[in-house]
Structure formats: structure tokens, C-alpha cells
């Protein structure tokens, strides 16, 4: 079975660019969540959606971060625009038929230079 | 606020003897508790839960002891093995409407020597 798949895996850019990160969750998860991890504050959560629908983006830091879930199979994490402090590790985790682990991508390693 | 704490950064462990990974937490509502592992460049892989019902859990070499008076839980491998060596995040989650959201710890960097 795939697991949750994130693209790009990695990422180089400049500052002021526009990043646009992808997720496919697992099928049949109702739950995806965002989660960034940085030296500074380990894993953080960012966002998270049950059945496509945000329920909780505090965690995005500003308004500069945005997220979209369009159908069950596939959401974007937006940086517009980007700057040196968004550099990290964004995760893309799903979870769904009751459970409550989280099953997570292999991240995707945003530079901004 | 950190409600999910690690406080040891690093943990170094022979081979065959036991690793003891402790976690603390500071959030009552919290009734479901995960330990994750991580390898370079990998994304967190599930390892173990526990519910706030029980006192441990267990699964193969790997047992979870939850003390809710304490708030805390620890993780122990029994024999560690090479392949072990990763970082370990304790998680932590509330039911109800955050059904699913865990909190995280800033993990423990186990390194198990031959």
C-alpha cells in the first residue's frame, strides 16, 4: 500500500519566491494534518483538515502560509512569499478509520536563501 | 508553553541492555499517548500508544509505562539493537473535537553501539 507521499523532497529557492509544497494522503484517511520541523521548535504542527474542511490553523504562523485541501487525495502548503526563517522540514501526515496515530511522508526540505 | 517535554537530548546504549526514554507532559486532557522513532531523512514512523486507561503497553521488545499521576511515560527497548540508533518522539493527544492532533516532544537521539 502507498503511504502518504509529499513532493517535492527538496527545495532551493530565494527569498520572495512563491513555494508550493503537495501531499497525497493515505486512501480512505479522513484526517491530513501540516507539521514543521525545525531545530528551534521540533514538530509543530501548522494545520490539519477532517474530510477536506480546515478545523484548526493556528499553528500557521502568518499570513504568509496558506493551505488547501481541494478533494480527499490532495493538498498544498503555499509560502507566498517566502524568507529565510521558512527553511525546514514540512510534513504531511494522515490518519482516518478511527484511529489516532498519524501516518507520516518523508518530508519535503525547504532552503530559502 | 511546551505541554510535551524530552529532557534528555541524547541517550547512548550498548548493545543487548535496555533504553529508557522518558517523556513528561503538562496537559490533564490528555488521553493518548504515541511514541514515534525517526531516521535521517525519513519521515516519524508510529512505534507504540498507549491510552490513559492503561499503565502499560507492550509489543514485542518494545514497552510503554504510562504514570498519569507523575504526567509521565517512558519508553523502554529490551535488548537494544543497532538498528534501534534514531530519534524517538513522544506524542501526545486530546479526544474529542482535536481528535487526531498531536502534540510533540522535541525527541531523545538514541544511539545504540555494537
Not at chain 1, 513555494?19 to 479522513?30: A, E, N, Q
Not at chain 1, 483538515?49 to 488547501?68: L, Q, T, Y
Not at chain 2, 507532559?25 to 490528555?30: A, E, K, L, V, W
Amino acid at each position: 500500500d502507498a503511504g502518504v507521499i509529499q513532493s517535492p523532497r527538496h527545495e532551493v529557492t530565494e527569498m520572495g519566491q512563491e513555494v508550493t509544497l503537495r501531499c497525497k494522503p493515505i486512501s480512505g484517511h479522513d484526517y491530513l494534518f501540516w507539521y514543521r520541523q525545525t531545530m528551534m521548535r521540533g514538530l509543530e504542527l501548522l494545520i490539519y483538515f477532517n474530510n477536506n474542511v480546515p478545523i484548526d490553523d493556528s499553528g500557521m504562523p502568518e499570513d504568509r502560509f496558506s493551505a488547501k485541501m481541494p478533494n480527499a487525495s490532495f493538498s498544498t502548503l503555499k509560502i507566498q512569499p517566502s524568507e529565510p526563517r521558512d527553511s525546514a522540514v514540512y510534513f504531511c501526515a494522515s490518519s482516518g478509520l478511527g484511529g489516532r496515530k498519524l501516518f507520516f511522508g518523508e518530508g519535503s526540505r525547504l532552503t530559502v536563501l | 508553553d511546551q505541554q510535551v517535554k524530552q529532557n534528555s537530548p541524547s541517550l547512548s546504549v550498548q548493545e543487548g541492555r535496555i533504553s529508557i526514554l522518558n517523556c513528561d507532559y503538562t496537559n490533564s486532557m490528555f488521553d493518548y499517548f504515541l511514541w514515534y522513532k525517526k531516521y535521517p531523512a525519513e519521515g516519524p514512523t508510529f512505534l507504540i500508544s498507549i491510552s490513559s486507561i492503561k499503565d502499560k503497553n507492550e509489543d514485542g521488545r518494545f514497552t510503554v509505562f504510562l504514570n498519569k499521576s507523575a504526567k509521565h511515560l517512558s519508553l523502554h527497548i529490551v535488548p537494544s539493537q543497532p538498528g534501534d540508533s534514531a530519534v524517538y518522539f513522544c506524542a501526545a493527544s486530546v479526544g474529542g473535537t482535536s481528535y487526531g492532533k498531536l502534540t510533540f516532544g522535541q525527541g531523545t537521539i538514541l544511539t545504540v553501539h555494537p
